[in-house]
């Protein structure tokens, strides 16, 4: 700093602009969105309840947004409490609500669906305010409500710290489940104990896991029954004087509670308990254990030989249990990655939801009784079921859940434990510590799967079609133990890396402990400069060390210590993502190949725009859109197609891929099935229907089975619904539409604290929903369970509307069985979804009727006018409709196989003038057909029956029939107009033009009412179809054709590309090459050059056309990701590909082309037998059924070129080539020595018509055909000379695409930023806004690597424009940047030179002694400016770096006119011009920094564009006051005068 103060710095201008840019002091537009200012509009419009005013100032952004956490000062708390909650007496209506004005406002903001930002609710409180609404609350008391209301039920938020130093916070599942329990409707429903009801499964309690195979600890300990409570593992006394020890209970359907354990015998050495288990009805229980050890006090009760039962006695859970009873009910805990974002940005949140499994299905699928847990955008899914599973833990042993039960009216104890884990494929393969679907072993139940080559073979193809050897949770678990111990060994990289890969296990949790034991033993390993390298035994010891400071249960997945969790049979095969993501996913893409490759896709379109929707309970059939996206399709797409996809492709495609289509149509029927009335036949044929469609996958497309592992997976289902109940139990679908209701709470946050944001937001939703619904809670002033008032529950019982947004609309709100929508008039406009206005409704007399024209002797029951109905509500709730067919149940039908019979709907009717009457349905019978559909396989109906007449009542359910089209003679020649906004329009759609035919076909793939159509039909009618007889054959079959499918590619592959570097190494060595251009002399035409041309159109003409044409025939459609639409883009594509074949052949040598020519002939002649799939390859994935013909057709390609090319040169022209090159056997290499010779018209005809047809192949356009004609007549000088045109174009328009994506990548901005900042910042810049653009404009024409341009961008003015007005734009924010650093720091704040040059610096740009005067004197400017506001000579304010510019050039025209000629001088004078305004500068703004603020850089330690910058700003020209050859004069002048230090000190300034 004195060296400065003294002028001993050559200082001439420069800045730096801070990364982050300077506030205003007033709030902005986007602070105010972002919450800023919210918490003074809530103070202003609170009024006496706002809080006080010293409450702003402190706390974080967080808590200032949360007022209802603060504690009140002035209010007292008891008066608080009663003016939330009341007094012990309930003095108000709405208990514990002050009023109904807090009551439905608490509903509106609690409303899961229905989320409001504070600003939002704000609106809408003052909106009713305004309105002169009563019991308006305040935004301030509504939270201070909610918040005590929350700690009175229990809030369940808590913290959780992982061990690598995450924090989220979770909902704990204990309280969760205790709220259950408390609720007087919720608790009837739970399940406490399995249930046994035969074979008959519907739900997950009567499953195997939890009725057989949990562990008996785990279950319900006790059952009360006389007052006595009996416990598992206790001696009680049965009626009849028998003795028996439970060890565990379960409920027999429709017989009481029952129990399984071991009866004992009494001998004379004392009681003998068997060793087998029996059952016993618990009604037979007299004496529980404490009465029987008082009646037996003091004497021995058991035999020696089964001492070890008396130890247990009495059991531990009774001393616990103190007098209260037991339950123990199960969780099911899903978690999945979702994005916390309403847009598309991915902001991925690892969710984890919780349902009560003691729940029955449909209360389950209920968003209700979905329970959120915890969330995180930075804890890893194995850190959050960490702490779930330690939430679970301290429910066990001496520690259960003391809960209220709301019907027994008192406390029971609490014990979980886990049912399954639900999820999608990767989630769970990592809850599994597996490595997931990518691995060789990518099964995470069983140990199927291999290498590549095990899986093509013979005996590896058939294990990928069953499940394997499974995998147990020991094993995994001493895997993961190997793995740790491994990895404390030296180089233990590679061998960890095959462990994991031949296991199969990667166990997400210990994984970074194994990652960083490997990185340390590299680290230990290696010598520094302050150790020797440490030997393997050292390593071993640290590393084993290092490895036993991890907590024990901390370094493994916790899953995988879990009493009762079989995470490999626990976590089930999901419907959702296994088979409609996976199995129907990837045969709609096959399927839709092959329609488009066959040129029926337009038919297959129309026939799905024609299919019926009636009875499958879908929205609609968006026929349009599935075709349009049939890439990008959803869950519910692909479960509409799996039921309606065999009636649209019937006929168009082959019969193996529509029975392919029946198989998964029927699978998706039983995977839907929630009522099995015998799980044993149920297992067996679910079996029987995933092995036909995996069968099929093989039989059509082997590489599917390899490739996607879904197939595999999905043979595990069967065992899992023996063991959970019904695949739908295991669904992800109500959690997958729960993730729609976190998203709502997540971007309504405030996203400091996205995790306790949602888990409070959750909590509160839970709260509300208790405490409105009658749920319990405790009153801690009377120590006394609670419930709301009578009024609160009454008011969701009137209020629908309330009972909606908190999910908890009655069933009542259902339309009812039996009510009519009636018709309107036919040209009214306007809803058809509700009841028609009277003025609208279309009637007519009886007479009139289809009911009285079909059944004349019918007396009708009203005299007056019927109105015509638009539907009616069957007897299920489906919405009938005339058209429909309905099952009906017709007592004097007495010709039926079972007591349902099939109609269809003719006429709705109902009395317009005397609504007492009862509507009338008019239906006629459909005739089922004894035989089954040809190709479909379905039943058939006929409508030829008789006509009957219902009550509204009588139908029972609508079910979907499909006209039958294709015995019919249906055409897909009719139109449909396309509404749009309500509206039709003039587009329209091609529909089938359905015939007269009364035959119609039942949807059997429907899943709605399968059960009711089930019944309806004979058994004929509904056994499945057999498909395969000798799968073994199958499996060998496909594993054979996949090797050979995948050699024959290899070897067509190589055939090409050795052809294509035989030609091109022969070209190479044909002296034609050598005077391709005509140099050389040519000698005239002679007599023998005649007679040879004569020779070779004689030997051309005795060739076979028709063979080389049919030899040269084109490939056969490639698969899917090789398909070339007929667009220019495909063909350039490949194009290209083929270059890369040709130079990589190029290096393979020419011996190999006459040999590899043979064994292509050899192959052809193999292949050409082979079958031809119809089938094409799914999108994505190499290999497949259809590579067969293409294959057949290039080597026949190859051939045929090489027949053609060995006729075209005449045997004389070979031999008088003298260097014409050979092979080792000595035949002449000369098939392109036709290049020196001219094409006869024969030649260029066969050439031509090859290409034509290679063109029509490829599907190009006429001109890009015409294009390829004309270039086949060129000659090859002229073809190369197009090729390296066209190669130039393609460089040319890849450069321009590339500058177009480079220009807004922040690649770009972030290179341009840093040098527009170096520029700016420069001591020496000498102007800051005066022909600055261009200046460095002109640079980076030179130096275009600076910002990683292309010389091509530069040479098109359209885009070097664009890169000029970046450099503007980003010009334009650096100065802003720098001058709000100079206004507050350098003003407001007042900071010294030091801070000041500190704070500026930025863009990698360092301080030098030089800045310190460059930035006083800008500090100077900004003074002057902001005091003077100089004006300019039109009157307006000069801006402030126009003003700085104008500074600059008043110096050096003043230091100029002093010294006009001595240059050296004039540098020197303005070093003291600028000392000076330092010295000025440091005395109004004394140093108070420290060292490290006065750090400087030199030269060489700046960077390398710095130091550029510097250099380059003194070339810029910025006014007449310097040339740029005086500046050269004084770089020259200084370099030789001061030497070279010196002379780039002046050079710089």
């Known amino acids: 700093?004195?060296?400065?103060?003294?002028?001993?710095?050559?200082?001439?201008?420069?800045?730096?602009?801070?990364?982050?840019?300077?506030?205003?002091?007033?709030?902005?537009?986007?602070?105010?969105?972002?919450?800023?200012?919210?918490?003074?509009?809530?103070?202003?419009?609170?009024?006496?309840?706002?809080?006080?005013?010293?409450?702003?100032?402190?706390?974080?952004?967080?808590?200032?947004?949360?007022?209802?956490?603060?504690?009140?000062?002035?209010?007292?708390?008891?008066?608080?409490?009663?003016?939330?909650?009341?007094?012990?007496?309930?003095?108000?209506?709405?208990?514990?609500?002050?009023?109904?004005?807090?009551?439905?406002?608490?509903?509106?903001?609690?409303?899961?669906?229905?989320?409001?930002?504070?600003?939002?609710?704000?609106?809408?409180?003052?909106?009713?305010?305004?309105?002169?609404?009563?019991?308006?609350?305040?935004?301030?008391?509504?939270?201070?409500?909610?918040?005590?209301?929350?700690?009175?039920?229990?809030?369940?938020?808590?913290?959780?710290?992982?061990?690598?130093?995450?924090?989220?916070?979770?909902?704990?599942?204990?309280?969760?489940?205790?709220?259950?329990?408390?609720?007087?409707?919720?608790?009837?429903?739970?399940?406490?104990?399995?249930?046994?009801s035969g074979n008959r499964v519907t739900e997950h309690y009567q499953g195997s896991k939890w009725l057989v195979d949990a562990p008996d600890e785990l279950l319900t300990p006790m059952i009360r029954l006389h007052d006595r409570d009996f416990y598992v593992n206790e001696l009680t006394y049965c009626e009849g004087g028998q003795w028996f020890i439970p060890k565990r209970f379960f409920e027999f359907e429709g017989h009481g509670m029952w129990a399984v354990g071991h009866n004992v015998a009494a001998t004379p050495d004392g009681l003998v308990v068997s060793d087998t288990r029996s059952m016993r009805a618990c009604c037979e229980f007299r004496n529980n254990w404490p009465e029987v050890e008082a009646w037996n006090t003091g004497k021995t009760i058991f035999a020696p030989?089964?001492?070890?039962?008396?130890?247990?006695?009495?059991?531990?859970?009774?001393?616990?249990?103190?007098?209260?009873?037991?339950?123990?009910?199960?969780?099911?805990?899903?978690?999945?990655?979702?994005?916390?974002?309403?847009?598309?940005?991915?902001?991925?949140?690892?969710?984890?939801?919780?349902?009560?499994?003691?729940?029955?299905?449909?209360?389950?699928?209920?968003?209700?009784?979905?329970?959120?847990?915890?969330?995180?955008?930075?804890?890893?899914?194995?850190?959050?079921?960490?702490?779930?599973?330690?939430?679970?833990?301290?429910?066990?042993?001496?520690?259960?859940?003391?809960?209220?039960?709301?019907?027994?009216?008192?406390?029971?104890?609490?014990?979980?434990?886990?049912?399954?884990?639900?999820?999608?494929?990767?989630?769970?393969?990592?809850?599994?510590?597996?490595?997931?679907?990518?691995?060789?072993?990518?099964?995470?139940?069983?140990?199927?799967?291999?290498?590549?080559?095990?899986?093509?073979?013979?005996?590896?193809?058939?294990s990928l079609l069953r499940p394997g050897r499974p995998r147990t949770v020991s094993e995994t678990r001493n895997t993961v133990m190997d793995h740790l111990i491994a990895a404390t060994h030296a180089a233990a990289e590679k061998p960890?890396?095959?462990?994991?890969?031949?296991?199969?296990?990667?166990?997400?949790?210990?994984?970074?402990?194994?990652?960083?034991?490997?990185?340390?033993?590299?680290?230990?390993?290696?010598?520094?400069?302050?150790?020797?390298?440490?030997?393997?035994?050292?390593?071993?010891?640290?590393?084993?060390?290092?490895?036993?400071?991890?907590?024990?249960?901390?370094?493994?997945?916790?899953?995988?210590?879990?009493?009762?969790?079989?995470?490999?049979?626990?976590?089930?095969?999901?419907?959702?993502?296994?088979?409609?993501?996976?199995?129907?996913?990837?045969?709609?893409?096959?399927?839709?190949?092959?329609?488009?490759?066959?040129?029926?896709?337009?038919?297959?379109?129309?026939?799905?725009?024609?299919?019926?929707?009636?009875?499958?309970?879908?929205?609609?059939?968006?026929?349009?859109?599935?075709?349009?996206?049939?890439?990008?399709?959803?869950?519910?797409?692909?479960?509409?197609?799996?039921?309606?996809?065999?009636?649209?492709?019937?006929?168009?495609?082959?019969?193996?891929?529509?029975?392919?289509?029946?198989?998964?149509?029927?699978?998706?029927?039983?995977?839907?099935?929630?009522?099995?009335?015998?799980?044993?036949?149920?297992?067996?044929?679910?079996?029987?229907?995933?092995?036909?469609?995996?069968?099929?996958?093989?039989?059509?497309?082997?590489?599917?089975?390899?490739?996607?592992?879904?197939?595999?997976?999905?043979?595990?289902?069967?065992?899992?619904?023996?063991?959970?109940?019904?695949?739908?139990?295991?669904?992800?679908?109500?959690?997958?539409?729960?993730?729609?209701?976190?998203?709502?709470?997540?971007?309504?946050?405030?996203?400091?604290?996205?995790?306790?944001?949602?888990?409070?937001?959750?909590?509160?939703?839970?709260?509300?929903?208790?405490?409105?619904?009658?749920?319990?809670?405790?009153?801690?002033?009377?120590?006394?369970?609670?419930?709301?008032?009578?009024?609160?529950?009454?008011?969701?019982?009137?209020?629908?509307?309330?009972?909606?947004?908190?999910?908890?609309?009655?069933?009542?709100?259902e339309p009812s069985p039996g009510k009519v929508t009636l018709s309107k008039v036919a040209g009214k406009t306007g809803r058809t979804l509700r009841q028609p206005p009277p003025n609208q409704v279309s009637t007519c007399d009886w007479v009139q009727t289809k009911t009285h024209e079909h059944l004349p002797n019918l007396v009708a029951r009203s005299d007056g006018p019927w109105s015509k109905a638009q539907s009616v509500i069957a007897g299920n709730g489906d919405n009938v409709s005339v058209g429909t067919e309905v099952l009906v149940l017709l007592g004097e039908i007495v010709d039926s196989a079972t007591p349902l019979v099939f109609c269809s709907v003719v006429e709705l009717l109902q009395p317009a003038q005397q609504s007492d009457k009862q509507s009338i349905i008019t239906v006629r019978r459909s005739v089922l057909s004894a035989e089954l559909h040809t190709h479909l396989r379905m039943p058939v109906l006929s409508r030829t029956g008789s006509f009957h007449v219902l009550e509204p009542q009588e139908l029972l359910c609508a079910i979907n029939v499909q006209h039958d089209c294709s015995s019919s003679t249906c055409t897909a020649s009719g139109t449909q107009v396309v509404r749009q906004e309500r509206e039709s329009t003039s587009q329209s759609r091609t529909v089938l033009l359905h015939s007269n035919s009364p035959l119609y076909v039942v949807n059997m793939h429907a899943l709605h009412n399968q059960h009711l159509l089930a019944h309806a039909l004979p058994e004929s009618l509904r056994t499945p179809a057999s498909y395969f007889t000798d799968r073994t054959a199958l499996h060998t079959a496909a594993a054979e054709s996949l090797r050979d499918g995948k050699l024959r590619k290899k070897i067509a592959k190589e055939a090409a590309v050795r052809k294509s570097a035989e030609e091109a190494l022969r070209r190479m060595?044909?002296?034609?090459?050598?005077?391709?251009?005509?140099?050389?002399?040519?000698?005239?035409?002679?007599?023998?050059?005649?007679?040879?041309?004569?020779?070779?159109?004689?030997?051309?003409?005795?060739?076979?056309?028709?063979?080389?044409?049919?030899?040269?025939?084109?490939?056969?459609?490639?698969?899917?990701?090789?398909?070339?639409?007929?667009?220019?883009?495909?063909?350039?594509?490949?194009?290209?590909?083929?270059?890369?074949?040709?130079?990589?052949?190029?290096?393979?040598?020419?011996?190999?082309?006459?040999?590899?020519?043979?064994?292509?002939?050899?192959?052809?002649?193999?292949?050409?037998?082979?079958?031809?799939?119809?089938?094409?390859?799914?999108?994505?994935?190499?290999?497949?059924?259809?590579?067969?013909?293409?294959?057949?057709?290039?080597?026949?390609?190859?051939?045929?070129?090489?027949?053609?090319?060995?006729?075209?040169?005449?045997?004389?022209?070979?031999?008088?080539?003298?260097?014409?090159?050979?092979?080792?056997?000595?035949?002449?290499?000369?098939?392109?020595?036709?290049?020196?010779?001219?094409?006869?018209?024969?030649?260029?005809?066969?050439?031509?018509?090859?290409?034509?047809?290679?063109?029509?192949?490829?599907?190009?356009?006429?001109?890009?055909?015409?294009?390829?004609?004309?270039?086949?007549?060129?000659s090859p000088v002229e073809m190369l000379v197009d090729l390296k045109i066209h190669l130039f174009k393609i460089e040319t328009d890849l450069l321009r695409r590339y500058f177009r994506l480079y220009i807004r990548h922040p690649d770009f901005a972030l290179r341009l930023r840093n040098c527009v900042g170096a520029v700016i910042l420069a001591h020496n810049v000498p102007a800051y806004l005066q022909n600055v653009t261009n200046s460095i404009a002109e640079y980076l024409e030179k130096h275009l690597d600076t910002v990683a341009l292309t010389q091509q961008c530069r040479d098109d003015a359209a885009d070097w424009a664009i890169v000029k007005t970046a450099i503007a734009d980003m010009l334009t924010q650096v100065r802003s940047g720098l001058k709000s650093k100079l206004e507050l720091d350098g003003l407001k704040k007042g900071e010294d030179i030091y801070e000041l040059t500190k704070s500026v610096m930025g863009y990698d740009v360092r301080p030098r002694k030089e800045h310190w005067g460059r930035l006083a004197f800008l500090r100077h400017c900004a003074q002057q400016h902001k005091t003077t506001l100089p004006k300019g000579p039109d009157g307006k304010i000069i801006g402030f770096w126009a003003y700085v510019d104008n500074m600059l050039k008043d110096v050096r025209a003043s230091i100029k006119n002093k010294h006009p000629i001595d240059t050296i001088a004039r540098k020197r004078e303005e070093a003291n011009f600028f000392a000076t305004i330092l010295q000025l500068d440091v005395s109004k703004y004394p140093i108070k920094s420290g060292g490290v603020a006065q750090t400087v850089y030199n030269t060489p330690d700046i960077p390398n564009l710095q130091y550029a910058m510097e250099r380059a700003v003194v070339s810029f020209v910025v006014d007449d006051t310097e040339r740029p050859d005086i500046i050269r004069n004084i770089a020259g002048a200084g370099g030789g005068a001061a030497g070279s230090e010196d002379g780039e000190d002046i050079l710089m300034s």
Not at 445 to 453: P, S
Not at 600 to 626: C, E, W
């Open 305 to 462: 030989v089964s001492a070890s039962y008396a130890s247990k006695m009495p059991n531990p859970d009774r001393i616990t249990a103190g007098g209260l009873e037991w339950e123990c009910p199960p969780l099911i805990i899903f978690i999945d990655d979702v994005s916390g974002n309403s847009s598309k940005q991915w902001n991925v949140h690892y969710s984890c939801y919780m349902s009560n499994g003691g729940l029955p299905r449909a209360e389950i699928e209920k968003t209700k009784h979905i329970r959120f847990v915890a969330t995180s955008p930075h804890a890893s899914p194995m850190e959050i079921v960490q702490a779930v599973c330690e939430d679970i833990r301290r429910s066990g042993g001496t520690t259960p859940i003391k809960a209220w039960d709301a019907v027994r009216k008192r406390y029971v104890l609490l014990r979980l434990w886990l049912l399954f884990l639900p999820g999608d494929n990767p989630m769970q393969a990592e809850l599994c510590s597996h490595i997931g679907l990518n691995g060789n072993f990518f099964c995470r139940c069983c140990h199927a799967g291999g290498d590549k080559e095990f899986k093509e073979s013979n005996s590896g193809f058939p």
């Open 1069 to 1274: 060595n044909t002296p034609a090459s050598l005077d391709l251009i005509g140099i050389g002399e040519t000698s005239p035409p002679t007599a023998d050059s005649e007679a040879q041309d004569n020779e070779r159109q004689n030997t051309l003409v005795d060739l076979e056309p028709s063979r080389i044409l049919h030899e040269s025939a084109p490939a056969a459609p490639r698969g899917p990701r090789q398909r070339r639409p007929k667009t220019q883009t495909s063909s350039r594509t490949n194009d290209q590909g083929a270059s890369t074949s040709r130079g990589q052949g190029a290096s393979r040598g020419r011996r190999a082309g006459p040999t590899r020519g043979r064994e292509a002939a050899h192959d052809r002649a193999a292949i050409g037998n082979q079958p031809a799939p119809s089938v094409g390859e799914d999108p994505g994935e190499g290999g497949g059924m259809v590579g067969e013909q293409s294959v057949d057709a290039a080597l026949a390609l190859v051939q045929g070129h090489s027949s053609i090319m060995d006729h075209q040169v005449p045997t004389a022209a070979r031999d008088s080539q003298p260097l014409a090159a050979s092979d080792d056997d000595g035949e002449l290499l000369d098939p392109l020595l036709q290049a020196t010779f001219p094409r006869t018209a024969l030649t260029a005809q066969l050439l031509r018509n090859s290409a034509e047809e290679k063109c029509e192949s490829e599907n190009l356009n006429a001109r890009q055909t015409e294009e390829v004609l004309a270039f086949c007549m060129l």
């Open 1 to 196: 700093m004195r060296e400065a103060l003294s002028g001993g710095v050559l200082f001439s201008a420069g800045e730096e602009f801070g990364s982050q840019r300077q506030r205003d002091a007033d709030i902005s537009l986007e602070e105010v969105l972002s919450g800023a200012g919210l918490f003074e509009a809530m103070c202003e419009s609170l009024g006496e309840e706002a809080p006080p005013d010293e409450w702003a100032a402190g706390g974080d952004e967080d808590d200032m947004g949360r007022i209802g956490a603060r504690v009140i000062s002035h209010i007292n708390p008891p008066e608080a409490a009663r003016d939330m909650f009341g007094s012990g007496e309930r003095v108000t209506d709405y208990f514990p609500y002050p009023n109904k004005g807090m009551l439905k406002t608490d509903i509106l903001f609690s409303a899961p669906e229905l989320r409001f930002s504070r600003r939002q609710k704000e609106a809408v409180l003052a909106w009713g305010k305004e309105l002169g609404a009563r019991e308006v609350p305040s935004l301030y008391r509504l939270e201070n409500f909610q918040k005590d209301a929350l700690e009175a039920c229990g809030n369940p938020t808590k913290r959780v710290q992982t061990r690598a130093g995450n924090i989220f916070y979770h909902n704990s599942v204990q309280q969760s489940i205790a709220r259950d329990y408390a609720h007087p409707d919720i608790r009837p429903l739970i399940k406490a104990y399995p249930v046994f």
């Open 496 to 813: 960890l890396r095959d462990a994991i890969t031949k296991s199969g296990i990667k166990d997400s949790l210990s994984m970074p402990i194994i990652n960083r034991l490997v990185a340390l033993g590299k680290v230990f390993r290696r010598s520094t400069p302050d150790r020797k390298a440490m030997t393997p035994e050292q390593v071993n010891q640290k590393l084993h060390a290092e490895l036993l400071k991890n907590p024990e249960g901390m370094a493994m997945n916790p899953l995988l210590n879990m009493e009762g969790l079989d995470v490999h049979q626990d976590t089930p095969v999901e419907p959702l993502h296994t088979h409609l993501l996976g199995v129907v996913k990837y045969f709609w893409a096959q399927t839709t190949w092959v329609l488009e490759k066959s040129g029926h896709f337009a038919t297959f379109q129309a026939r799905l725009n024609s299919l019926s929707k009636f009875g499958l309970k879908v929205p609609n059939i968006m026929a349009d859109y599935m075709c349009r996206y049939r890439g990008s399709l959803i869950g519910k797409h692909f479960k509409t197609i799996s039921q309606i996809m065999s009636f649209a492709v019937c006929g168009l495609v082959e019969e193996n891929l529509q029975n392919a289509w029946l198989a998964i149509g029927y699978l998706t029927v039983l995977l839907w099935e929630t009522e099995i009335d015998d799980i044993n036949s149920y297992v067996k044929t679910l079996r029987k229907a995933i092995d036909d469609v995996i069968d099929f996958a093989a039989q059509l497309s082997p590489s599917l089975i390899t490739d996607k592992n879904k197939f595999h997976i999905l043979s595990h289902l069967p065992d899992h619904v023996l063991r959970h109940g019904p695949a739908l139990l295991f669904s992800t679908e109500r959690y997958e539409s729960f993730n729609h209701i976190f998203r709502l709470c997540s971007i309504h946050s405030n996203r400091q604290a996205p995790s306790r944001d949602i888990a409070v937001t959750f909590a509160n939703q839970d709260r509300c929903r208790h405490m409105v619904s009658g749920g319990f809670w405790l009153d801690s002033r009377t120590n006394t369970w609670v419930n709301t008032a009578p009024a609160v529950r009454a008011h969701l019982e009137n209020n629908i509307l309330d009972a909606r947004l908190l999910g908890l609309a009655p069933a009542s709100s």
